[in-house]
């Protein structure tokens, strides 16, 4: 566990620090090293860059005489400063540190010379030699405080369940608060969910009570043989669940123009699987009953109205007026009426994030679904929707097309209320409602998190809404459109 100070002895100790403060470390972080020459802060810097970027020892070089030097790994930048030989804040200007402490991790040496330049979010390390033992003494600033706290509950949650570990692997999230990591020992590995910063208060967009609603809509899946990961443990108090890895194939990693149509194979046969279910009312399977909300009209216009309350301001630089609002809920609520009132379980987010391949595992079982907390009663071309209109990989019109056939050929349209010929209408109905949410969930992080990482999925998200605007199904809502936001839907 992270404490107040470490005592390293050999290399092996300071790897094992290293170890457990690396996946406290995400963009915009510092870790601010000081010490006397030759207290070891580049070989602490050195062993951090290692584990984050698994860029080899010998590769990495101390940034003395060079000021700085930049690491890689996938979407992960690391800056390593060394401000011994800087004498002024012109200097920092010239190595960019302004620019690099918004979107990167820094980690600098020296870092006291030009503490009141650093921001509050950050970790010092001062470094003590004692004879033949180094004293790394630690402090937490800003969002670290916090963050410190959450790692020693995690693994103070391992350590009750007698789980021995060699390192716990911080993983990429999502659009929540939810952190995940996968826990690392000699034999076998397991996934930890940490759903501790989870708001109480549920957003428009989250109708879930978090982890609740994670472990019981799981077993319902589970029990309808829908492959979900095996819950291993849960820790009630600190929000924590343990749960099976499912391994690395994540559909968003590994889709390609070649491979596709055997992936999207199981994940339609999975969406088909659910739809031939008559689900119960109450899906849990112990004597508390649980009840999933339908996905009605409220919730319809409640999500695409984030469209109005986020993108229209982050666009137009102004908060929409009340009659265009209103014009706006309006012209969806049209747009909503010619939705049939068809039910299933409609898992909402079966997108590429969200599906893992297996190839051991046969049939639909090959597409495992890992996100499901957030499922509701709706109609069944949503999720279909989802699968198709992807915000994270680009679905061009051919293989939506194919995808929409492949659906179509086992679908049991006996079953619900639309049918061939209305089924497109059905399909863009739900369609444009959940591209246009998603615009406005990404424009929503940009805004209140200061977080731009998602704004480079919006031109395909538009191009999606494009698509529908070009087939004439929502006359209305083109004209709105092409009105408000001449530049962006053009059609």
């Not at 410190?148 to 949650?157: G, H, L, R, V």
């Amino acid at each position: 566990m992270i404490s107040d100070n470490y005592i390293s002895r050999d290399l092996s100790d300071l790897e094992k620090f290293v170890k457990e403060l690396s996946p406290l470390l995400i963009k915009g972080d510092v870790v601010a090293l000081n010490g006397q020459i030759g207290s070891g802060k580049t070989t602490l810097a050195k062993l951090l860059i290692n584990n984050l970027t698994q860029t080899p020892i010998e590769d990495i070089i101390s940034p003395t005489f060079t000021l700085c030097q930049t690491y890689n790994r996938d979407a992960l930048e690391i800056v390593h400063y060394d401000f011994y030989r800087i004498e002024s804040e012109v200097e920092l200007l010239e190595i960019d540190l302004h620019e690099s402490l918004k979107d990167k991790i820094c980690i600098i040496e020296w870092a006291n010379k030009f503490s009141d330049l650093l921001p509050k979010d950050r970790i010092e390390i001062l470094i003590e030699c004692a004879n033949t033992e180094r004293v790394y003494n630690i402090t937490p600033h800003g969002r670290f405080k916090e963050a410190i706290i959450n790692i020693n509950k995690i693994e103070n949650f391992l350590c009750n369940l007698d789980i021995k570990f060699t390192e716990l692997k911080k993983l990429p999230g999502d659009a929540s608060n939810r952190k995940y990591f996968r826990v690392i020992r000699p034999d076998d590995t397991m996934i930890l969910m940490d759903a501790t910063q989870e708001n109480d208060i549920r957003g428009k967009t989250s109708l879930s009570n978090g982890v609740d609603d994670f472990i019981v809509i799981g077993e319902y899946l589970d029990s309808i043989d829908v492959r979900v990961p095996k819950l291993i443990a849960r820790n009630k108090i600190d929000n924590m669940i343990l749960e099976e890895d499912l391994g690395e194939y994540c559909y968003t990693d590994i889709l390609t123009k070649d491979n596709y149509r055997k992936l999207y194979s199981p994940a339609i046969k999975t969406l088909i699987h659910i739809s031939d279910i008559k689900h119960p009312k109450n899906i849990s399977k112990d004597s508390n009953p649980y009840y999933l909300q339908d996905f009605d009209l409220d919730i319809y216009l409640n999500e695409a109205v984030i469209f109005i309350d986020y993108y229209w301001p982050f666009i137009n630089g102004k908060i929409c007026s009340a009659d265009e609002k209103q014009e706006f809920i309006h012209i969806m609520e049209g747009v909503h009426s010619n939705l049939t009132d068809d039910k299933t379980l409609m898992l909402r987010d079966f997108h590429s994030p969200n599906l893992m391949f297996l190839e051991n595992e046969s049939d639909f079982k090959k597409c495992a679904v890992i996100d499901f907390q957030d499922a509701l009663f709706g109609h069944p071309l949503y999720d279909l929707v989802s699968l198709t209109n992807d915000a994270r990989y680009t679905i061009n019109e051919d293989h939506e097309k194919y995808l929409i056939e492949l659906y179509k050929k086992d679908f049991s349209f006996s079953n619900f209320q639309f049918d061939n010929l209305s089924f497109m209408q059905q399909y863009q109905i739900l369609g444009v409602q959940r591209s246009i949410k998603i615009l406005g969930i990404f424009a929503r992080i940009a805004i209140l998190e200061s977080n731009q990482n998602y704004l480079v999925h919006m031109p395909r998200v538009i191009n999606y809404i494009k698509r529908i605007m070009h087939s004439g199904s929502i006359p209305e809502l083109t004209k709105w459109l092409n009105r408000n936001f001449k530049e962006t839907f053009n059609v």
